[in-house]
């Protein structure tokens, strides 16, 4: 029997371990990714790799240690250089001595006939067509339960009346769907969840609202961007990301292989700006920072990684972008050296000059005045 | 009516086309000057903190020809061949100045998608004639003098001589044969690069770069990865090093790449490996802003040094 192993991805993890097991694989689950996993990869990497490479090299490194012989992962096609992170850290584990198997799940668009190669390496089981269709309700439910009780989350810290309730909550929510065995179980989860939430004792403010952009790992993992989401809420702030990954994998998955354009509003806002697909997020950041702003965001941060191209494209628009729609911008790079605190003092300022400019912008409003001025965040 | 060309990126790979073409078209061409402190100050700051050099580069040429030129030429060069494309700053290149230098409003934005196909690189060509309402002749004229001037160029190299830098010929009874790999617009600025190629002539070897390697060369190693490159300067550095590692051509590879590089951590580390692997000298020089040329000097004297130690004790041995 295989021993897979992949990368570690937020609350996705254990949805994939469930995955894999179906399909008939032993898993070694990686484990969330801490200081020895970065400086393991850190110690490997190239040093101009982005943090994703650094933090996912250290995730290989540890799951080999602990016996497994197949790394999954996903593959891309460019100009954005993670479709090529595969190749590269194959190259890099094998000159350390590691004995193993790298299946690249490559997007079906282009790629058709080697996703269907590599997914066939990893079914070690006979299954029916109902099994897979039975497994892929599952999965796919699961992932956007997974979603669903994170939004919920974001949205209810920042009124939350007894600070820690709703991350409790929420790590009992992960913990019930992690659980779950079948379609079944998940449909009932899905109801506590929603009871679970409206428990919370809730103030009744309008909180600062920011929009979070970015590069898609660090978006999503949060032992890459310092939990910046929890941290924004309980600063009061309602945080929301662009990016989730049950969307996003229907987005360029499944869209891309009926050759549809996915998240076309998004580049569309974007393309008065950015008139080029780039690779990455590039694009989706502007699109995504200007779809807040139409919103009634006060202000976007924006996650990229150190040396990340696509992003730091985006970076060179954005405050151009966020000015002409008047809100704020906070670009925040992370690298290795990134540290939790210094991060935090720069985005409580940030958080205070947004809700110094609502205060002025209600005042102003008050005179009878004309809204003036706009904030970046630098 | 007169043009501005911005003296690196496209510049160093594509001018005598840029150039000729301009100017058959029958339009002055003004060449931004040859990199300066001033230019590379400028770029800086206006170019956003964590781009590389080249891309602050690129801002700091443009400012120097915004106010003495009608147009300033900014390429958005997106693929020249079917397997790949630029990287992606490259692509985002006239989106990143028009929000960051303030009051350029005089940009010509060329997209260069001809995937290498002649017909598409002459439309091209027309639509580019057409904004200054030259006629299709005319245009046709510019784009195959154009071509000849570049087919010259690339020969020019094919014979070891290196013209941005202008030379020639290189001395063939150099002891020791360099293999220098990395992007035109790095290799060919005397300024950023610290005019490291004259140097290493200096120092007696002889400088053997990607562009001097002939594409069929090159063509042969394409399928050396698993993945091919998603980016075609990569893709031609990182066959050339392979071209150098399996026929033993050249006594060591120096690779020059800019800090935080995008594409070059991956073509860097596969260069690095695969010369570990085959026993071959590897000198990776990551080049910005700051960098002093007594340091680099110091590293590339140390560097020919050991390769000639390493000859000679090879020659004693077959003695």
């Not at chain 1, 668009?109 to 089981?125: M, Y």
């Not at chain 1, 990016?243 to 580049?267: C, H, I, Q, W």
């Not at chain 2, 940009?107 to 690189?121: P, S």
């Amino acid at each position: 029997m295989r021993k897979v192993s992949y990368p570690y991805l937020g609350n996705a993890t254990i949805t994939f371990q469930k995955l894999m097991k179906a399909l008939g694989n032993d898993v070694v689950l990686p484990k969330r990714p801490t200081e020895e996993t970065l400086s393991l990869g850190t110690k490997y990497a190239p040093e101009f790799a982005c943090l994703p490479f650094k933090i996912v090299l250290g995730t290989y490194i540890e799951a080999l240690e602990a016996g497994a012989d197949t790394l999954v992962s996903t593959g891309g096609v460019g100009p954005c250089r993670a479709g090529l992170y595969t190749t590269l850290h194959e190259k890099i584990l094998k000159s350390l001595g590691y004995d193993f198997e790298m299946i690249t799940l490559e997007p079906p668009g282009r790629h058709l006939r080697d996703l269907i190669a590599s997914i066939k390496k990893l079914v070690s089981k006979k299954l029916s067509i109902a099994d897979y269709f039975r497994i892929g309700r599952f999965v796919w439910k699961e992932l956007q339960l997974l979603d669903k009780a994170e939004k919920l989350s974001h949205k209810i810290r920042p009124l939350e009346v007894k600070k820690g309730e709703t991350t409790r909550t929420y790590k009992k929510c992960a913990e019930l769907i992690a659980q779950a065995q079948s379609y079944r179980d998940l449909v009932e989860i899905e109801r506590e969840i929603e009871l679970l939430y409206e428990k919370i004792e809730k103030k009744d403010i309008d909180p600062i609202k920011i929009g979070i952009v970015g590069e898609i790992y660090v978006v999503i993992e949060p032992a890459a961007n310092l939990e910046i989401e929890e941290m924004l809420g309980d600063l009061g702030v309602y945080a929301e990301r662009s990016m989730f990954l049950a969307s996003y994998t229907f987005y360029n998955a499944v869209m891309d292989l009926f050759r549809m354009p996915g998240e076309r509003d998004v580049k569309k806002l974007a393309s008065p700006y950015f008139k080029e697909m780039c690779g990455g997020h590039g694009r989706e950041s502007v699109g995504n920072a200007i779809l807040f702003a139409k919103r009634g965001f006060d202000g976007v941060i924006q996650l990229s990684p150190f040396t990340c191209i696509p992003e730091i494209v985006a970076k060179s628009i954005l405050p151009k972008v966020c000015a002409e729609y008047g809100i704020g911008f906070l670009p925040v790079t992370l690298d290795e050296q990134t540290g939790k605190e210094g991060l935090r003092t720069r985005v409580e300022a940030f958080v205070d000059l947004l809700a110094a400019k609502r205060k002025k912008k209600k005042m102003n409003l008050g005179k009878g005045d004309v809204v003036y001025g706009t904030l970046s965040g630098y | 009516m007169k043009i501005g060309i911005p003296r690196t990126l496209a510049y160093y790979a594509y001018y005598p086309f840029i150039n000729t073409f301009f100017e058959k078209l029958g339009l002055e061409v003004a060449v931004s000057d040859p990199t300066s402190k001033e230019i590379v100050d400028a770029g800086v700051e206006d170019a956003v903190a964590d781009a590389c050099v080249p891309i602050k580069l690129f801002h700091g040429h443009v400012k120097n020809l915004i106010n003495r030129v009608d147009y300033v030429f900014v390429p958005r060069l997106v693929s020249v061949n079917r397997e790949a494309t630029f990287c992606p700053k490259f692509l985002g290149l006239p989106d990143m100045l028009a929000c960051s230098i303030p009051n350029l409003n005089n940009m010509l934005e060329v997209r260069i998608d001809i995937r290498g196909k002649k017909r598409e690189l002459f439309l091209t060509c027309l639509r580019v004639a057409g904004k200054f309402k030259k006629g299709f002749f005319t245009a046709y004229n510019a784009y195959r003098k154009a071509l000849i001037s570049f087919k010259d160029y690339t020969n020019q190299f094919l014979q070891g001589g290196i013209p941005p830098l202008g030379i020639m010929a290189q001395k063939k009874s150099a002891d020791i044969k360099l293999g220098v790999v990395g992007y035109p617009y790095m290799l060919y600025d005397p300024y950023v690069s610290l005019d490291l190629i004259k140097k290493l002539i200096g120092m007696g070897t002889y400088v053997v770069t990607p562009e001097m390697v002939p594409e069929e060369v090159k063509q042969k190693y394409a399928g050396k990865l698993r993945k091919t490159l998603f980016w075609t300067f990569s893709n031609s550095v990182l066959r050339t090093a392979f071209h150098f590692l399996e026929t033993g051509c050249v006594d060591g590879i120096i690779h020059v790449t800019a800090f935080g590089c995008g594409p070059d951590f991956i073509v860097d580390k596969i260069m690095e490996l695969e010369a570990r692997e085959r026993n071959m000298a590897y000198l990776t020089i990551a080049l910005d802003e700051h960098t002093g040329q007594e340091g680099l000097n110091t590293r590339l004297e140390a560097f020919v040094d050991m390769l000639r130690r390493k000859r000679k004790v090879k020659e004693a041995a077959m003695l």
